[in-house]
């Protein structure tokens, strides 16, 4: 039976994660926006695009803290708060990991990125943001599932998952392109470190994104 009141109470907590995700994702884009203006060296407002970064950081973590305190004691959904504490922990990750990268990149501001890894820089950028246009896409999807169970709309969101999945990979291709590219061109250690560390950082943002579609996954199996 249908029960108007339970589903109210079920929607409440996943409202709130659309929402982060959304920020989430315009998050990314800043990012994005950030690395081209330090690539191509004709922006001037680094500094200003990563403290939107970090301004949009901040309102997600708003919106992370209103979340928590308003999931209830005793949560009447197909799943336990703790994964919803998880899920919530690793869509944050990504907001953690793209400020990381821009911090990590401002460490060194002075110093451009080489010519010949532009283009494989622009690659992985665009990598990691596909799979975070996908972790929305699944987020409303199991909005809708756990609103009516029906199994074509678990199907809806298991399709999601995967396809969020396989751009993880693809990013992860990424990633090993351009480690192999940094390795391949005459560098000073100093760059190479740097360059590697950052790498690795942009990386995880794909991957956090990843683990938020496995916990997704668990959510769908109870």
């Known amino acids: 039976m249908h029960i108007p009141f339970l589903s109210a109470l079920m929607r409440s907590p ?3 994660i659309q929402e982060h995700a959304e920020k989430v994702k315009e998050c990314v884009w800043a ?3 950030a690395i081209e203006c330090h690539v191509t060296e004709k922006c001037l407002s680094f500094e200003e695009h990563r403290q939107e970064v970090i301004k949009l950081e ?3 973590d708003i919106i992370k803290r209103r979340i928590r305190s308003r999931i209830p004691r005793q949560l009447l959904m197909p799943f336990n708060k703790s994964q919803i504490f998880m899920y919530l922990g690793e869509q944050d990750n990504v907001l953690n990991a793209v400020e990381d990268a821009l911090d990590w ?4 501001g002075s110093v451009k990125i080489p010519g010949p890894l532009v283009k494989e820089i622009y ?3 665009d990598a990691v943001i596909e799979p975070i246009e996908e972790l929305c896409n699944m987020v409303a999807e199991a909005r809708k599932y756990f609103r009516n169970l029906s199994e074509k709309q678990r199907l809806a969101v298991i399709t999601c998952i995967r396809e969020l999945r396989e751009k993880e990979h693809a990013a992860d291709r990424a990633e090993k392109l351009l480690k192999q590219k940094i390795f391949g061109i005459e560098l000073d250690p100093v ?10 950082i942009v990386g995880s943002i794909a991957d956090h994104a990843e683990n938020a579609g496995d916990i997704m996954r668990a959510m769908l199996a109870r």
């Not at 990149?105 to 060194?108: A, N």
């Not at 760059?191 to 690795?200: D, N, Q, S, Y």
């Open 14 to 16: 996943l409202e709130g």
């Open 31 to 33: 990012f994005q926006q």
């Open 58 to 60: 901040n309102e997600a």
């Open 105 to 108: 990149l401002s460490h060194r």
């Open 123 to 125: 690659l992985l950028v």
């Open 191 to 200: 760059t190479v470190f740097h360059l590697i560390r950052f790498a690795e």
